[in-house]
């Protein structure tokens, strides 16, 4: 079975400070991977996949097979990056299997 | 508004009542699917159509739980008998497939209270 782990409930950094919000998944095959994510009081969005290899609003996330691990990454947060965010996998069925999810919280 | 929508957006029932929720796609989306949130949690998948073709329905999805989609357009969520574990985020999304990302869209979700 498909599973996402977010380690960190609660991530609070710095403005300025890079950020990393970990990711791990467990499936057997070759998963699709997401990142999605959820501003205060809007609707769960996409924020990037890895097969498009985009960096969207400075975020990356790069897979790591070997350590199933599908990290996001940014060198230097801002305030207006504070959400929840949600890592998910896609694997032989449209289903999203999502993490629990990381409240990022950038301080000023 | 051309996203997703849900109505109602809120639903306070007692336990034992029926309640019935609506997602209205993306236009020229074809599949459509539902979502559960509880509190602390990301969201579950419970079910997805393609057109009017339900497709893959969740363990989550128990007897009291249906869902339909009969024209291949909106679709309903109906819970008979409400339980207090019932309570949680109600999130419907839609996408096309064949599309380059096949991205699901989210709506803003239904809250269930189940009192």
């Known amino acids: 079975a498909q599973r996402v782990t977010q380690p960190e409930k609660l991530l609070s950094v710095f403005k300025g400070a890079p950020v990393e919000l970990k990711c791990n998944y467990s499936y057997s095959g070759s998963p699709e991977l997401f990142w999605y994510v959820q501003y205060s009081r809007q609707r769960l969005q996409l924020l990037l996949r890895?097969?498009s290899r985009e960096s969207i609003k400075g975020f990356t996330a790069d897979l790591n097979k070997g350590e199933t691990s599908f990290h996001l990454k940014k060198p230097f947060a801002q305030e207006e990056d504070s959400a929840m965010y949600y890592c998910a996998t896609q694997g032989g069925s449209e289903k999203l299997v999502f993490g629990k999810g990381t409240k990022l919280t950038v301080n000023p | 508004d051309t996203g997703v929508s849900q109505d109602p957006r809120h639903k306070i029932t007692k336990r034992g009542q029926n309640v019935t929720f609506r997602c209205d796609p993306i236009?020229?989306?074809?599949?459509l699917y539902w979502y559960r949130q509880t509190l602390g949690q990301g969201p579950e998948f419970l079910t997805y159509f393609q057109n009017e073709a339900q497709l893959e329905k969740s363990r989550l999805l128990s007897d009291r739980f249906s869902a339909e989609r009969p024209k291949g357009s909106f679709s309903t969520l109906e819970i008979q008998r409400t339980e207090q574990g019932d309570s949680a985020m109600y999130l419907c999304?839609?996408?096309?497939?064949?599309?380059?990302?096949?991205?699901?869209?989210f709506g803003p979700g239904t809250r269930l209270t189940v009192l």
């Open positions: 999304a839609s996408s096309q497939a064949g599309s380059y990302y096949n991205e699901q869209f």
């Open positions: 890895h097969i």
């Open positions: 236009s020229e989306h074809n599949r």
